[in-house]
Structure formats: structure tokens, C-alpha cells
């Protein structure tokens, strides 16, 4: 698209004097945010996780709150519901939970980006106003970083951006030895002691992933560090990197720039071979800046994860008005291209999730944010109730499709459970083999959500309960091997071991239910998969939600809350 002629030139505070082109048009032509299908049309459409009206979306971009408002910028094809003709839609929000849509952001303009504007962060600067640095595919094809601002810094809805005519801000050369095809996906930046602004952008060289480093004075004028913040072997492109202090002690999050004693500092990366997200906690160096793992840390696909299930390219921002850091993060899909462009779109967003560390300092906790629970309604409780070897019973009263469930389980005779085997150490083959249906002695037990009058079609996520060495050990599983009669979808079954001592503490399970996916949280958020579901028979009023126990021994429900959740306004 060409540029406009108004010849705007900004002075931007904290960048000194920076000269801008008023490039971005406002994007009405591309703009489709239109009504879609009833809902007895499209009974995988979501009542309260964030989607458009239509086409496809993806990676969540730039994610921030400012004079009030959250603000959402995402990947967006307003042209269809598969990949291609990306842009940055825009969305803003007073909770959550209700959004506004806006029109596009950024969009290829320059030659810097005129191939594809791809993912990157907000950052706020230390004025308090806001910039955005993001991946664009310029004119050769190569992967660069640019930067856009906010034109009217006053409307808090920042309608419209505008790019830096020093753009690309940092490009690959024969020079700095990057790949040209494997270097995106800018981070939020954070100062250091030397006041400094640090960013790292995600590359590889051959299957050594790279979180590369660059620094800046004035936001404008980058120059790459001679070593990389951190690098890990065998481990294929780090898309998405996020990068962010946690507090030793508490829920409270803390500004990204923050370091010292009382932090340890996590680092995601997206893996492109696998599309999982896996985090290290650890340490960071803001002299030499090095981010060195905790002893005991496994980098790679066989380490921490976010999220066991569909969850990619997931991206934090603080949250400076609440004091809490919160994530958000891409769920696609799991039916087939041709299903996605008959319905119309394909991708959704993950609820925000607030996160902390856990009190040993070993892993993350997850929680959705308290917004979402506004939208309950019809609430359901069951408490005491003994759940036999091979029972199921139906939670009645809520609206199966779209719901919100918290139970907790009282178990008993732990002297029973199965041994776990010593080579019993990849749980998501371990859910795969042992599902639902397959009996136990302690388990499986938990919630079939989605389900069909009986049972041909049902989402189990449940529990085992396995004898290790030395302790108990938790199997938390999503099956999705029976959620539909229609065999081209996606149903893997997903799974992890959740750190949790169920001597002493209860064993909890949340299902974020919404038509065509369930968000389960293990634990009190230790443990967190989403699936996506699409069920044939067990959609709109034809869907059940039960507790079941398929275990020989019995197991008690402490306590089932659930209720019906209302449809957020979204689009």
C-alpha cells in the first residue's frame, strides 16, 4: 500500500527526535468484522474465549494496558480462514472479558514489512507511552525488526500507528552471522543498570536455538550484543520468545525491567519443531547479560511446559494497574483445513491466565484471571459425595457446552495404587495408553465434559494415581480419543505428572468449558492442558457434563462447584 503524503514527523519523548511517516492508511477494505453463522450453525463457536466474527487468527502480539484499557493486538487474516495476508487486528478491553474491536494496527506499508507484518511485543517506555517493535518481511524477503508508535498518544484507544522511517531497525547481514529466514518475534524490552533498553529476538544456527540480544539507548538505534542472552543445543528455532522477572515469594507480578534478590527470571521459547511452549526458571545477569538455568532445568521439549494441549506462541505482559503478570497465548485448531474453511475461521485465544511461582521456586502457577468469573451464572454444588469403581454421575442444571467446574477429590487407600513403572516417564504416552476407559485401581477419576447422551462421545480429564519411588505420584490426562464421531479431527490425548503431595493437600481440577474447547487446570494451575473438541452428537442443548470414576476403589468428592457461564461481548 502507499504511503501517505501527509508528511507527518513525531517527536516521540523518550526516543529523542525520531522521524516517523504518517504510512498507516486506516484499513477499512480489510476489515470484516461481520456477522457470523447462529449458533446452532456453528456449534463450535465460543460463548466467552476471545475470536473474531471470522478468518483466521493466531500468534497474540502486542499485549499491554494502557490509560486503562487492555489492549490486544493480534495476528489476523481479514482475507480467510487459513494462513496468509497477516496484519495486526486490534481489540481493547475494560476486563478481560468483553472486548472491542478496532481496525487493524499495522499492516504491510514499507518496504521493511511489505511481505508480512509478524509477531512482536509492546513495550511501555519509561514516560509511560507505549512502543511497538515487530517482525516484518521486507522487500528480499528477510526477517527484520521495525517499530511503530501510537499516532495521538491522548485517545486510549490508539486507533491508529504509525512507523519509523529509520525502519528496520535490526536486520541480518553477512556481518552478524543471523539467518535471514530464522529471525522474529521481538520480546517486550526491559532497561538495565546502565539504562539501556535490552531486547531478544528469536533465530537459530543449524539446531542450536538462540535468544539474540540487542540494545539501545533511545529505542531507535540498535546494536547486537556479542553474545546471545542464552542459546540451548538441539533444540531447532525459539519463536516467541518471552522473557520476565517472578517474585521468590507471592502472586504479585513485577515490572519487566525489575531484577535482584528477591526475583528469579523465566524464559520461554516457543519451539517451532514441536509448536509447545516450554519455560526455564533461572537467573539473570544484567551486567554481562546471561541468563544462566536453575540447576536441575531441562531445556528442550521434554521440559516445563505452559500448557500440555493446544497452547503456541504464548506471550506475558504486566499488568501494572492489578500488580500481577498475566499470559495469554494462541490455541489453534484440530480440525482439518477444509472444516475450518467450510465453518469460516479457525484459531481462538486461551482465557488470560495470571502466573507466579509456585512456593518451592520449581515451576509456574496458572490461574485464569478472576475477570472471567463475572460470567457465572446457574450455580451447581455437590459436596461428600462417594464416587464407586465404575460410577459416572451427571452434574445437572448447567449449560454443558459452556460451563466452569471446580471439583476437588478425597483419596484414601493409597496403598493400592498401581506401580509405576520405571520406564512409565513420558506421560503423554502413558495418557495415551492408559485413557479413560482403561481401568485402574486409583483412577481413572475426574470429569467428562462434552459428552453425549451414552457416552459415545465424551472429553475425559481425569486422574491417575500411581505408587513411585518414595511417594505418589499424580497422572493428570486429557482424552480426546472419543470426543467426536468424525475421524479427521485432531484427538490426541494429553498429559503430564502434577507436583503435587495428595498426603497432605486435596486433589483440585478447573474445566474451562466453551463448545469446541476445555481448559483444565490440575492442582490449582501446577498443571494446565487445553484441548479442542469438536463432538457431533454432544453439542448445544444434546451435551452432558458428568463425574465419573473408573477406578476399582473409590474415590469421594470433597466438593463440585459448577456453574453456567454467560456469553461475553466480544466482537
Excluded at 497422572?475 to 468424525?486: E, F, G, T, V, W
Aim: one cysteine or more; hydrophobic letters at 35%; a neutral charge.
Amino acid at each position: 500500500m502507499a504511503n501517505s503524503n501527509l508528511g507527518l514527523f513525531f517527536v516521540f519523548a523518550l526516543l529523542g527526535i525520531v522521524e516517523l511517516e504518517a504510512s498507516h492508511h486506516v484499513y477499512k477494505h480489510l476489515q470484516t468484522f461481520q456477522s457470523s453463522s447462529s449458533s446452532a450453525n456453528q456449534p463450535y463457536r465460543t460463548g466467552y474465549h476471545f475470536q473474531p466474527p471470522k478468518n483466521w487468527i493466531n500468534d497474540p502480539n502486542g499485549v499491554m494496558i494502557y490509560k486503562g484499557l487492555y489492549h490486544f493486538f493480534y495476528q489476523y487474516n481479514p482475507k480467510g480462514a487459513v494462513w496468509g495476508n497477516i496484519v495486526w487486528a486490534h481489540s481493547t478491553s475494560e476486563d478481560l472479558v468483553n472486548w472491542t474491536p478496532h481496525e487493524p494496527a499495522i499492516y504491510p506499508s514499507q518496504p521493511s514489512d511489505i511481505n508480512g507484518c509478524w509477531s512482536g511485543s509492546a513495550t511501555i517506555l519509561s514516560s509511560g507511552k507505549p512502543a511497538m517493535l515487530y517482525t516484518g518481511i521486507d522487500s528480499q524477503n528477510r526477517q527484520v525488526q521495525n517499530l511503530a508508535i501510537p499516532k495521538n498518544l491522548s485517545n486510549p484507544y490508539l486507533t491508529e500507528w504509525v512507523k519509523s522511517a529509520k525502519n528496520p531497525l535490526m536486520q541480518p547481514t553477512a556481518q552478524n552471522h543471523i539467518n535471514a529466514s530464522s529471525f522474529r518475534d521481538p520480546t517486550t524490552a526491559w532497561l538495565g543498570p546502565n539504562k539501556e533498553w535490552r531486547v531478544i529476538i528469536g533465530s537459530k544456527v543449524n539446531r542450536q536455538g538462540l535468544a539474540i540480544l540487542y540494545k539501545s539507548k533511545n529505542f531507535v538505534n540498535w546494536y547486537q550484543s556479542k553474545t546471545p542472552l542464552h542459546s540451548a543445543d538441539n533444540t531447532g528455532m525459539w519463536e516467541c520468545p518471552d522473557f520476565f522477572p517472578v517474585l521468590l515469594h507471592g502472586q504479585n507480578g513485577v515490572d519487566t525491567s525489575l531484577n535482584g534478590p528477591n526475583v528469579k527470571h523465566v524464559l520461554k521459547v516457543s519451539f517451532d519443531d514441536t509448536k509447545h511452549d516450554c519455560y526455564t526458571i533461572g537467573s539473570y545477569d544484567n551486567v554481562e547479560d546471561i541468563y544462566t538455568p536453575d540447576e536441575g532445568s531441562v531445556e528442550g521439549d521434554s521440559g516445563l511446559r505452559y500448557d500440555y494441549g493446544k497452547y503456541y506462541a504464548s506471550k506475558t505482559f504486566f499488568d501494572n494497574v492489578q500488580n500481577r503478570r498475566i499470559l495469554t497465548s494462541w490455541i489453534n485448531e484440530s480440525s482439518s483445513a477444509a472444516d475450518d474453511i467450510k465453518k469460516g475461521w479457525s484459531g481462538v485465544h486461551a482465557i488470560p491466565r495470571k502466573i507466579w511461582l509456585d512456593e518451592f521456586g520449581k515451576q509456574l502457577v496458572q490461574w485464569p484471571v478472576v475477570e472471567i468469573e463475572k460470567l457465572r451464572a446457574n450455580h451447581v454444588s455437590l459436596a461428600n459425595k462417594l464416587l464407586e469403581g465404575g460410577s459416572v454421575i451427571e452434574v445437572p442444571g448447567v449449560t454443558a457446552t459452556q460451563a466452569d467446574v471446580e471439583v476437588s477429590f478425597e483419596i484414601k487407600d493409597f496403598e493400592k495404587a498401581e506401580v509405576l513403572e520405571p520406564s512409565w516417564t513420558n506421560p503423554q504416552l502413558l495418557c495415551t495408553r492408559m485413557g479413560a476407559s482403561v481401568k485402574g485401581s486409583l483412577g481413572p477419576f475426574g470429569l467428562l465434559v462434552l459428552a453425549s447422551e451414552g457416552l459415545k462421545e465424551r472429553t475425559a480429564v481425569f486422574f491417575r494415581i500411581f505408587k513411585g519411588h518414595n511417594k505418589y505420584v499424580v497422572l493428570m490426562c486429557s482424552d480426546q480419543s472419543r470426543s467426536s464421531l468424525n475421524q479427521d479431527n485432531d484427538m490426541t490425548t494429553y498429559g503430564a505428572f502434577l507436583d503435587v503431595d495428595i498426603r497432605h493437600h486435596k486433589l483440585s481440577l478447573r474445566s474451562l468449558i466453551d463448545h469446541s474447547i476445555v481448559e483444565s487446570f490440575g492442582g490449582g494451575g501446577k498443571v494446565c492442558i487445553t484441548s479442542r473438541v469438536y463432538p457431533t452428537l454432544a453439542i448445544n442443548e444434546a451435551a452432558h457434563l458428568y463425574a465419573f470414576n473408573n477406578g476399582n476403589q473409590s474415590i469421594k468428592i470433597l466438593e463440585l462447584n459448577a456453574w453456567s457461564m454467560k456469553t461475553a461481548k466480544i466482537n
